[in-house]
């Protein structure tokens, strides 16, 4: 989907063994959905920086994907924000995409934080956790 854009804007896109191993049971287009929307965000905001990468992962201990990416990391502040219906910290941003992600994730049994924890977050840009929800 993207891979024309990830070329021309020389992005490097990667994927953990433990990522490509996993097997996540969700509707597929749930969760294609919520990745095209992080990915289209880690595009626009790694446009200025020198290093250009997305990446997925997943830690088995706690059942989270990870995808990160080396652009500019998310305040603190906005962390919990960025899910609200209609805020955006883009230009032209709508404020919908993320927010659509939380609750169709959540219809799931599922959840998606963004984090600055050095954990998760080892790339030092946008960090986002999707998670199974807790019974």
Request: hydrophobic share 35%.
């Amino acid at each position: 989907f993207f891979a024309k854009q990830l070329k021309e804007e020389n992005i490097i896109l990667t994927a953990s063994d433990s990522f490509k191993e996993h097997i996540i049971s969700i509707k597929e287009p749930t969760l294609y959905t919520v990745m095209i929307n992080i990915i289209n965000n880690a595009v626009y905001w790694l446009r200025n920086s020198e290093k250009r990468e997305i990446r997925f992962d997943y830690l088995k201990e706690n059942k989270e994907i990870l995808i990160l990416n080396s652009g500019r990391k998310i305040e603190e502040h906005r962390l919990t924000k960025i899910f609200d219906l209609f805020y955006s910290n883009r230009p032209t941003g709508r404020g919908i995409g993320l927010y659509l992600a939380k609750q169709t994730l959540n219809e799931n049994y599922f959840d998606i934080e963004a984090t600055n924890h050095r954990k998760y977050n080892y790339l030092n840009g946008a960090c986002f956790v999707i998670k199974p929800l807790s019974n």
